[in-house]
């Protein structure tokens, strides 16, 4: 790791410290509404994660020009609305036991996604809820370093 690079590692777990509440993921998956499962009462996934067909499951490819999908397996297409969103291969709502609830201005959900992360909503919250389905790496270095350079962060320069 150059020295740039240790600086952006160390901002970026700075930003996740100072801008993100943890919460542990038990307290969604314990939510009374789980029971019924009525998912999006708890969480809905907005962006991150496995795009899939609708129809039989398998992952498919969203085309950003046409808007539409084709799916091999199946031999089905559709548009954006007749997409299903897996999120979670591994565990709802993710793996990691911890989840990061941001609520703090800016408009994270492209390059949070785009950083690896799964993001949702909350009907009861406000803001964004940040999910990792994954586990047995470094998320600084693996996430948070994505979302900080995402978001075109810079606080590594004034330190
Ligand atoms: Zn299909």
Known sequence: MTDTEREIYEAAREFKNSRFNVI???????HKAMEDGEYDEVLSLVAGGRTCCSYCGEEVELDDD??????????????????????????????????FWYDDGLDITEAAADAGFL?????????????????????????????YNNLGLKWHESE
Do not use: Q
């Not at 542990?24 to 314990?30: A, D, I, M």
């Open 66 to 99: 046409t808007d539409e999908w084709t799916c091999d397996n199946c031999e089905t297409s559709g548009d954006r609305d007749e997409l299903s969103m897996e999120g979670s291969p591994y565990a709802w709502p993710c793996a990691h036991s911890y989840m």
């Open 119 to 147: 993001v949702f909503e909350s009907p009861d919250m406000s803001g964004v809820i940040l999910g990792i389905d994954g586990g047995g790496y470094d998320f600084v270095e693996a996430h948070w370093v994505k979302l």
């Open 24 to 30: 542990p993921s038990v307290l969604f998956t314990n």
